[in-house]
């Protein structure tokens, strides 16, 4: 695991290793989106020296949620919170990133005060149901109903909450922000086909219909400068009933463009991943992946989807990745690198307690070393 451990810069990022933290939806926010005593502990838990995290999916608004009890960063009472979960991966020599997100057509009225999802056009995700705690009571499993077409005043709105967002990701001491552009969410939804049929400056060609993503990515580094805005992708994907004529075509163009960006890095998941699930290969139509993508995106790429430890280090080996994320592998392995450096044995995840609850199967797995 020799390439895993060699540091590197990602953008104004200084890595001391390779193996970063997926952001990973855990539904365990206070109460109004507030991180609190819980997500301290468990980011806290996952920090690494120069390691990476990249914190759970968080709300940019009020009126755009998905999943109950997830956080937000859209007030000063989140922001606080965030504040604390920052200083506590600061604490232990890590660095931490806020995946900043707007789910549009994956949304539900129940979480979002009432408001019906808003998308590029009104077009259904067929079949994607919200992910509901254990206890709520019904969220799981519940269509999301159908979106209406945002109004060009609409989007400006939006930009302006992702700067807002972005300020005080900012203020609460992240060290960068990821803008969540995979899993079909908003900004994926304006740049392919089967979400997206505007007539607009906002839909039709390559351009207008990726204008969204680099609008948004504008606001970011208008905030943050260059070297700690990234981008998450996820270009084979078909969560959130995501399809298009010719993807290999929108996310070329798209990588080629971020050059132009200044990116920290891009984040990539690879075609063997459906959201939080392992990929159905019959339905693996046309991958899209970083191997691909290299050859158009020249700076930093973080590949996720799937990993183990070997995995991943045949990736960096052979030059198709910078860095690599684990999702699961991280929700019981708190010291995930330390157990790839040593070679100890990785306690296996637990699916019945990924979304919502208490410590239980969230921050009570040992490390290593304590078990
Ligand atoms: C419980 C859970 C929650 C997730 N939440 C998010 C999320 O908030 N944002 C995101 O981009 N991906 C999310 N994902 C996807 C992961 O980041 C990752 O791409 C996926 O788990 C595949 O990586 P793995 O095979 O290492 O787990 C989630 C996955 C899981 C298992």
């Given at each position: 695991?020799?390439?895993?451990?060699?540091?590197?810069?990602?953008?104004?990022?200084?890595?001391?290793?390779?193996?970063?933290?997926?952001?990973?939806?855990?539904?365990?926010?206070?109460?109004?989106?507030?991180?609190?005593?819980?997500?301290?502990?468990?980011?806290?838990?996952?920090?690494?020296?120069?390691?990476?995290?990249?914190?759970?999916?968080?709300?940019?608004?009020?009126?755009a949620?998905?999943?109950?009890?997830?956080?937000?960063?859209?007030?000063?009472?989140?922001?606080?919170?965030?504040?604390?979960?920052?200083?506590?991966?600061?604490?232990?020599?890590?660095?931490?990133?806020?995946?900043?997100?707007?789910?549009?057509?994956?949304?539900?009225?129940?979480?979002?005060?009432?408001?019906?999802?808003?998308?590029?056009?009104?077009l259904?995700?067929?079949?994607?149901?919200?992910?509901?705690?254990?206890?709520?009571?019904?969220?799981?499993?519940?269509?999301?109903?159908?979106?209406?077409?945002?109004?060009?005043?609409?989007?400006?709105?939006?930009?302006?909450?992702?700067?807002?967002?972005?300020?005080?990701?900012?203020?609460?001491?992240?060290?960068g922000?990821?803008?969540?552009?995979?899993?079909?969410?908003?900004?994926?939804?304006?740049?392919?086909?089967?979400?997206?049929?505007r007539?607009?400056?906002?839909?039709?060609?390559l351009?207008?219909?990726?204008?969204?993503?680099?609008?948004?990515?504008?606001?970011?580094?208008?905030?943050?400068?260059?070297?700690?805005?990234?981008?998450?992708?996820?270009?084979?994907?078909?969560?959130?009933?995501?399809?298009?004529?010719?993807?290999?075509?929108?996310?070329?163009?798209?990588?080629?463009?971020?050059?132009?960006?200044?990116?920290?890095?891009?984040?990539?998941?690879?075609?063997?991943?459906?959201?939080?699930?392992?990929?159905?290969?019959?339905?693996?139509?046309?991958?899209?992946?970083s191997?691909?993508?290299?050859?158009?995106?020249?700076?930093?790429?973080?590949?996720?989807?799937?990993?183990?430890?070997d995995?991943?280090?045949?990736?960096?080996?052979?030059?198709?990745?910078?860095?690599?994320?684990?999702?699961?592998?991280?929700?019981?392995?708190?010291?995930?690198?330390?157990?790839?450096?040593y070679?100890?044995?990785?306690?296996?995840?637990?699916?019945?307690?990924?979304?919502?609850?208490?410590?239980?199967?969230?921050?009570?797995?040992?490390?290593?070393?304590?078990?």
């Amino acid at each position: 695991m020799n390439k895993l451990f060699t540091p590197l810069s990602a953008g104004k990022l200084r890595l001391q290793h390779r193996v970063v933290m997926a952001p990973a939806t855990r539904m365990r926010s206070e109460s109004g989106g507030v991180p609190g005593d819980l997500m301290v502990e468990y980011y806290r838990q996952r920090a690494s020296q120069g390691g990476l995290l990249i914190a759970e999916a968080t709300a940019i608004s009020p009126y755009a949620n998905a999943y109950a009890d997830a956080p937000g960063i859209f007030n000063d009472a989140q922001q606080a919170g965030w504040q604390r979960v920052v200083d506590s991966v600061h604490q232990q020599g890590g660095q931490i990133v806020l995946q900043l997100w707007h789910p549009g057509r994956q949304s539900l009225p129940e979480l979002s005060q009432g408001h019906q999802p808003v998308a590029p056009s009104a077009l259904l995700a067929r079949e994607t149901y919200g992910v509901g705690k254990r206890d709520d009571g019904g969220y799981a499993g519940k269509l999301f109903p159908l979106p209406r077409a945002l109004l060009a005043s609409e989007i400006d709105e939006i930009l302006d909450a992702f700067r807002l967002s972005a300020q005080r990701a900012k203020d609460a001491g992240f060290d960068g922000v990821e803008l969540h552009a995979a899993n079909g969410y908003l900004p994926e939804q304006f740049l392919l086909d089967g979400s997206n049929q505007r007539q607009d400056r906002w839909g039709g060609s390559l351009a207008n219909r990726a204008r969204f993503l680099f609008d948004v990515l504008s606001v970011l580094t208008a905030v943050w400068g260059s070297g700690r805005v990234a981008v998450r992708i996820s270009p084979s994907g078909i969560y959130g009933d995501m399809h298009d004529s010719d993807p290999a075509a929108k996310f070329s163009y798209v990588a080629e463009k971020l050059n132009d960006v200044g990116l920290a890095y891009l984040h990539i998941i690879e075609p063997r991943i459906v959201g939080p699930e392992d990929r159905d290969s019959t339905r693996y139509v046309d991958p899209v992946a970083s191997r691909q993508l290299r050859a158009f995106y020249h700076g930093i790429i973080i590949a996720a989807g799937g990993f183990t430890p070997d995995a991943a280090e045949k990736m960096l080996l052979a030059g198709e990745a910078d860095l690599i994320a684990f999702g699961r592998l991280f929700t019981s392995n708190p010291d995930l690198p330390a157990r790839i450096r040593y070679g100890y044995p990785l306690t296996p995840y637990q699916r019945e307690t990924f979304f919502g609850g208490d410590a239980a199967g969230y921050s009570d797995f040992p490390a290593y070393h304590q078990a």
